[in-house]
């Protein structure tokens, strides 16, 4: 390799390392403002469950240190998760320059888009996922059998809910990519909606408590995302469409 072609190499990692850097100083910022309330950010995300446990159950910490290293651990979370429109603007800056004009005025309202549904599957799984689940696991409970959850375990089970309907809330921006990439067409996915149908309810069986109300509030949320996803990806399609009629030297 020449000096010549390292040259742009290592001014692109230069660029790279700032802006993960800055990603990484936004996430830290977010951290150490929200870390003075650990506590009262557990507390909210524990009220789905507390308000729904028998009378006189509590939850419990297993560990001598769970009770501090559990809220700090959800807080750093919580800052990760509120950075990311931070995050997906660094990306964004960096990839930017190496795009189309069309490709960039495309990409932006995806990326812009991908963390809204995202946002919108974690906001459904707290307000409406959670008080139907719990609801039905303390319901179920045998006779003589207490309650008394592990702080750190329900951490765990709630992010695991949480990621799961963020991701499954993506549909629409994987059908535009699969689309605007070509593996797929808008008339192809609808000739397979009868199993797309059937698969999202496959899917809200395997997420949610073997009980037909909640499996159908994820199944048809998801289903009505897929008809978005083909309608956007129509316009995604005739965009590229008219990208290659026109001359690429254009950035």
Not at 82 to 104: D, G, H, M, N, T
Not at 106 to 126: D, E, I, K, Q
Request: aromatic share 14%; glycine share 4%; with cysteine.
């Amino acid at each position: 390799m020449s000096v010549e072609e390292s040259q742009p190499l290592i001014s692109h990692l230069i660029e790279l390392r700032d802006r993960l850097l800055r990603a990484i100083i936004c996430v830290l910022v977010v951290f150490a403002v929200l870390v003075y309330w650990a506590n009262d950010i557990y507390t909210l995300l524990a009220t789905p469950l507390t308000e729904r446990l028998p009378a006189g159950a509590t939850m419990i910490a297993t560990n001598v240190a769970t009770p501090f290293f559990t809220p700090i651990k959800l807080t750093a979370i919580v800052a990760v998760f509120l950075s990311v429109p931070y995050i997906l603007y660094q990306i964004w800056a960096f990839v930017a320059p190496a795009l189309y004009k069309q490709e960039k005025r495309l990409v932006y309202p995806l990326m812009f888009s991908s963390t809204f549904l995202f946002y919108l599957g974690v906001g459904f799984a707290y307000y409406v996922v959670f008080p139907l689940v719990f609801g039905f696991l303390t319901s179920t409970a045998p006779q003589g059998v207490t309650i008394a959850t592990d702080i750190s375990s329900y951490l765990d089970f709630v992010l695991t809910i949480f990621l799961a309907f963020g991701v499954c809330f993506e549909v629409p921006v994987a059908i535009i990519l699969l689309c605007w990439t070509g593996i797929t067409t808008p008339e192809d996915l609808k000739a397979k909606r009868p199993y797309i149908v059937v698969a999202v309810f496959v899917v809200g069986m395997l997420l949610t408590p073997p009980d037909i109300f909640s499996q159908t509030l994820l199944a048809i949320p998801m289903w009505l995302l897929f008809e978005v996803g083909i309608l956007v990806s129509r316009f995604y399609v005739s965009s590229d469409n008219e990208e290659q009629e026109d001359s690429p030297s254009i950035k």
